[in-house]
């Protein structure tokens, strides 16, 4: 049984540049959260799909947005690029509707230059 | 607004001796709170979820334990490879079933042989 995924591991852009990643959830799970973690610090919320509509979001601006594919795959697009976007970018799906645990992919790490 | 806070931010500790994290939570109705485990440069892996104040669960040699203001993650007699990151996030009630996790900046656990 796969876990949740994501592309690519690790992604270099410039200032003002826009990045697009991707994540592909655990079987069975329909509901993507996408988490920005900094250096140091404990991941923050940016927002999460289900059914192919944004459920909840986080403070963020709106540079950052995201979209849900009808096989549950999400991709997060951030544009014109800060130096502060440099982070590991987390996914973490569960089936929509429960409490239990969400889990985690293993990340995509944007550096800023 | 949902707090969670973790100490200490480090520890270290020598193989076999036994301690404790705390994770302190404000939140506006408790739906769960977890214990995620986090190597260097990796996604978080899930540990435990606990529900309900006097709620304990164990792992190895790892132990959660739940009040209704904070949690306990016990390490019994520890090894060298239970060196990480332990994070500890909230899920409060919401409306709609989209609770996002709040997440603490962990504490960085090390063991020394």
């Known amino acids: 049984d796969a876990g949740v995924t994501q592309s690519p591991t690790h992604l270099i852009k410039t200032r003002g540049q826009q990045v697009t990643l991707r994540c592909s959830p655990k079987s069975g799970h329909d509901t993507v959260s996408w988490y920005q973690q900094a250096l140091g610090q404990g991941p923050q919320f940016i927002f999460q799909?289900?059914?192919?509509?944004?459920?909840q979001r986080g403070n963020f601006p709106d540079r950052f947005s995201g979209h849900q594919f009808p096989n549950y795959s999400s991709e997060l697009n951030v544009n014109a690029l800060l130096l502060g976007d440099s982070a590991l970018y987390l996914c973490?799906?569960?089936?929509?509707?429960?409490?239990?645990?969400?889990?985690f992919g293993p990340g995509t790490r944007l550096t800023v230059l | 607004e949902d707090q969670v806070t973790q100490s200490p931010e480090a520890l270290r500790l020598q193989e076999g001796e036994s301690s404790s994290l705390n994770c302190s939570y404000t939140?506006?109705?408790?739906?769960?709170l977890f214990w995620y485990r986090q190597d260097p440069g990796k996604g978080p892996e899930f540990l435990f979820t606990?529900?309900?104040a006097g709620e304990e669960k164990e792992k190895e040699r790892l132990k959660a334990t739940l009040t209704k203001k904070e949690s306990f993650l016990h390490i019994t007699a520890p090894k060298p490879e239970d060196s990480a990151t332990y994070l500890c996030a909230v899920q409060a009630r919401s409306q709609g079933g989209s609770e996002k996790l709040v997440f603490g900046k962990g504490t960085k656990l090390t063991v020394n042989p």
């Open positions: 606990l529900y309900s």
């Open positions: 939140v506006s109705g408790l739906r769960g």
């Open positions: 799909y289900y059914e192919e509509e944004e459920r």
């Open positions: 973490a799906s569960r089936p929509w509707g429960t409490y239990n645990e969400q889990f």
